[in-house]
């Protein structure tokens, strides 16, 4: 590609070749966006990994572009975030257009004062770039490239791998396999579980080119275009003058035809005008599909992002939601595996995690079928919310253009305690990344920041100034007014905080639970649905 | 306690009727079921309770088998 030189990653020839490699606790298969989260959080809460790749370079060609302001506040948590912000290229609003109108423009960003953009969109290979950048600077990640692994045998206590390199194959037991092995994942396959769902009769034509134009980034979203035959077509811009076509072309297409040069120039160049110049860095043909499989837990294999869940990719949900797999996973596999948590805690990954691709699956589906309407019938009412949009603004909230990731809400999670407080922010929700300021330290500025990577207790009100807790968790206590400085009241008002409220907050940032009065025995025993059977 | 009005609730309704149907005979097949498409989703905004909305597609639907 013009703007992008593929970096190569060493391999290693194994020394264990056609033997058995030492046991590991922990095996991540997959180098991909999912699995090098997940190796750099466990990394941070002190455990180590062997991640298994079978290339040695990044993602190839283009896929994912949009990152979310949750995967930002995870990757920020791994001191990731900062070079993908300085790449990246920044956006909030998208536009939505019909035929030669635009109908209407949305803003993403909740609130302007949060540490990160609603977006940024940045390729998918640079994201892979910067995350190993980082994981080969820890010493607890064992990054092993060109190692593909062929098969596995599950044990009671373990599971063995066969792995597969240059220089032959050997045996690789471990106490925990993560499966980040994405959409064609072998382990699932070996396992022999089904991915089942739905696949969208439609094909969709993705190409990236360089050229040079002004204007604003944001996402540009077409309803039957003026210039072209397309159902539809999408625009983004991304970082070093690459910009993001997507065309949808319908089911019954020639896919030899519609790849050759001369028609994806055409198509390009009806869109983009007749006059600017432009350089075509890549191009591919897409059906798009929503699956899942049944559990993400079997036993000591865990399930990550794409391995376990695909999504259309209207809404930017499939690297996004699982990034927040891997933040989700990455706390309980830490304590289970130190032994300060029983291993039922990883049941809750399961839970939580399917409830959010279930979320993520059905947003997508229902884009991509306003998108691509099944039945003519769907597609007189889709085409009566569009016309009827320009004239009624109740009708632009039915037009379904992708409804962009934003974090899951775990609200029903069986780890939810007590929901005392009446804030929008509550048991399950993301904390906010919210300004805050704390005394003498200058490199806090928002309440993501002071977390850290363990479970923290916010503390408001005088009679929690000298709250003390003794737990084997090493809970944080952070009191407001001593520890920190809510900026603007922003903080108290997110969680709608009176009296002595203390919230309680998980290592994944999410919250756990939110009281107005606590002692610390109602603390502690909450807490106690993390150690569990481990007391 | 049913949301959806059973009773008559339309003042004139053979005005209304009329009207109705003055709207769409002429239109194609095609045309006129986007005239319906269009006609349902602006009276179910207006309406917004889904709870009525719901009974209304389901008292709609009545009778009324898939097409296999
Ligand atoms: C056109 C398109 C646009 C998209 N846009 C977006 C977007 O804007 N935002 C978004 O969030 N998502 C988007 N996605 C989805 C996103 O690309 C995926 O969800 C994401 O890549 C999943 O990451 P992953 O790490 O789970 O899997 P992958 O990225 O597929 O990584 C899997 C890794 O496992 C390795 N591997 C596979 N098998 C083996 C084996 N047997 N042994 C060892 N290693 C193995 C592979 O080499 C690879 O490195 C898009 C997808 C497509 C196709």
Known sequence: MATYQYPKYPYHPPTFAGGVAPLAQVVIVGGGQVGLTMALDLAQRGVASVVLDEDNTVSDGSRAICQAKRTLEIWDRMGVAAPMMEKGVTWNEGHVFYRDEQLYAFNMQENPRSKFPAFINIQQYYVEQFLIEQAVQQPLIDLRWCHRVTGLETTSDGVRLVVETPDGTYTQPCDWLVAADGVRSTIRRQMGLSFSGQVFEDHFLIADIVMQREGPAIRRFYFDPPWGPEASALMHRQSDNVWRLDFQLGWNVDRDEELRDENVFARIRRMIGPDTPFELEWKSLYTFQCRSIDRYRHDRVLFIGDAAHQVSPFGARGGNGGVQDADNLGWKLALVVQGRAGVTLLDTYDEERRFAAAENILNSTRATDFITPKTPVSEVYRNAVLDLARDFPFARALVNSGRLSVPAHLKESSLNGADELQGAVRPGSPVPALPLSVPGDASVSHLTDVLGDGFTLLCFGPANADLSLDSDLAVRLLHAGRDFHDMDGGVVAAFGVQDDAVVLVRPDQHVMACWRAPVPATILDTLSMITGDCR | ?68
């Not at chain 2, 053979?14 to 006129?32: H, K, M, N, P, W």
């Open chain 2, 1 to 68: 306690m049913s949301g959806l009005k059973h009773e008559p609730g339309i003042s004139d309704p053979d005005g209304f009727y009329q009207e109705l149907i003055d709207a769409v005979q002429r239109l194609s097949t095609e045309d006129a079921l986007a005239f319906s498409a269009r006609l349902n989703l602006l009276l179910a905004n207006h309406i917004g309770d889904r709870t009525v909305l719901r009974e209304a597609i389901e008292a709609a639907r009545k009778g009324l088998e898939d097409h296999e």
